[in-house]
């Protein structure tokens, strides 16, 4: 009895190399999808593949055994709407003339090809792509931006890395249909970035670590789709926040070490479909968090800050703005990794009753604040690291939390001896207590007898 295979994913499988595609290919037509990565794949591996006339999916990812004559071969492949090649410095400018056939193909993913600078010539009449990923590809340059100017169905474009400049916000400002764009880590300034409001249909933009200012915001003003704005890193500050107030449908919002401060926060109290907040590193202090009372579907707030005190957490739980206990009604995720979160702040935590996710790294608490974080029984990941006061009596208090998947009280004064306390915690998988006086030898012990589903741990 005989097979006909449609899918051969073998992506990291050891030991796969031509010999291997010898077999892949005798399916021919009945191949729909081919997963190579890292692989030793060569030239010839490639022609095998040339009969597969029906193949939509290749990835041939961190593949660097073949040639651009090699991909010549895959030129035929008129039925591919996916093809990915990752981290290959085999792709050259000239090797790119084979994907100009592939005149089907709606999703390209070469991130950290590192010499494919001029080849984007061979992609202008590939008029159904929809996705681009060229991240990481320090080779990009303004030109190739204006070479892709005329795909006109490109939804997502992924340029994160490149040094691309502002100059090329003109020819980006053609792709009419972009919904999703990064550009994170370029060259960019404010110059140009009129050119952006053009694009009324994008959902995603991704601007962090660039030398852009309350200038940029300007012009996003009217990009009334926007569901996630990314900024972190930037030089923007409180007044050009005032641009944000129209983005109405923002989810995700990310203004970590930015200038942003207090007064700020009164520009995005409006925008009540947030549901991700990131303040890391900003100048916000404790008195404005009061201002993020009409955040009524916040799930992710990030305030690792080290102006945030007790203060800002009897801010945001006082029964002096009940408004805000609905606001925090749904919150999932707290980040207060360097405030200054002492024992007597632990005990506004207990009316974030949802709350799966907390990070207090601060160095404020002791034993007595973790009596009220053990109360906090739907917490999945808990990180107490760098509080050097907690002892033995900490995990003695968390021997209850049996929802717990991770747990990290790294650098205290917890011991061997306190370990006897974890073995409820049949659901923890990782388990980090660095800097302590553990050792590894005796968590391999609770490991094997009581904790099976523990798959990493430090010391190890």
């Not at 030793?40 to 006339?53: A, N, W």
């Not at 980090?432 to 553990?438: D, H, N, Q």
Request: glycine share 6%; aromatic share 4%; with cysteine.
């Amino acid at each position: 009895m005989s097979f006909a295979w449609q899918d051969v994913l073998l992506g990291e499988y050891p030991g796969v190399n031509d010999g291997w595609i010898d077999v892949i290919s005798s399916q021919r037509s009945s191949l729909l999808s081919v997963d190579l990565s890292g692989s030793t794949v060569t030239d010839k591996g490639l022609r095998l593949l040339k009969d597969s006339s029906n193949l939509q999916s290749l990835t041939l990812d961190y593949c660097d055994q073949f040639s651009e004559h090699g991909l010549k071969y895959v030129s035929g492949l008129l039925n591919l709407t996916f093809l990915s090649i990752r981290k290959s410095s085999t792709v050259t400018p000239d090797g790119m003339r084979a994907f100009s056939s592939l005149v089907n193909l709606e999703k390209l993913d070469l991130e950290r090809c590192s010499e494919i600078h001029g080849g984007f010539v061979h992609l202008k009449g590939l008029k159904k792509l929809e996705s681009l990923n060229i991240a990481c590809c320090k080779c990009i340059m303004d030109s190739d931006m204006q070479a892709i100017s005329g795909l006109q169905k490109l939804t997502t474009l992924n340029a994160e890395g490149c040094k691309i400049t502002s100059a090329c916000l003109e020819s980006i400002a053609a792709l009419a249909a972009l919904e999703s764009l990064n550009l994170n880590r370029c060259c960019l300034s404010d110059d140009e970035f009129e050119n952006i409001s053009s694009l009324k249909t994008l959902k995603r933009l991704s601007l962090a670590f660039n030398r852009i200012t309350d200038a940029c915001l300007v012009h996003l003003k009217g990009l009334v789709n926007l569901e996630y704005l990314n900024l972190d890193s930037c030089k923007i500050g409180d007044e050009g926040l005032a641009n944000l107030i129209g983005l109405t449908l923002l989810r995700s919002l990310v203004l970590s070490d930015t200038e942003v401060g207090s007064s700020g926060l009164r520009h995005i109290s409006g925008l009540h479909k947030l549901e991700d907040l990131n303040l890391s590193f900003t100048s916000v202090n404790d008195a404005s968090l009061k201002r993020l009372s009409g955040l009524t579907n916040l799930k992710s707030l990030n305030l690792d800050a080290r102006q945030i005190t007790d203060v800002g957490l009897a801010n945001l739980t006082s029964k002096l703005f009940l408004v805000y206990i609905h606001c925090l009604s749904g919150l999932i995720k707290l980040d207060l990794f360097g405030a200054r979160i002492s024992d007597a702040g632990t005990v506004f935590l207990k009316s974030f009753k949802n709350l799966q996710f907390l990070e207090i790294c601060g160095g404020g608490l002791t034993d007595g604040g973790v009596k009220h974080i053990k109360e906090m029984t739907s917490l999945t990941q808990l990180n107490l690291s760098q509080n050097c006061n907690l002892t033995d009596k900490t995990l003695e208090l968390l021997s209850g939390m049996t929802a717990l998947r991770s747990l990290n009280v790294s650098n205290s004064r917890i011991t061997n001896e306190g370990l006897r306390y974890l073995k409820p915690l049949k659901n923890l998988r990782t388990l980090s207590l660095e800097s302590c006086k553990v050792t590894a030898a005796e968590i391999k012990k609770l490991q094997s007898s009581d904790l099976p589903n523990l798959i990493s741990f430090r010391p190890e």
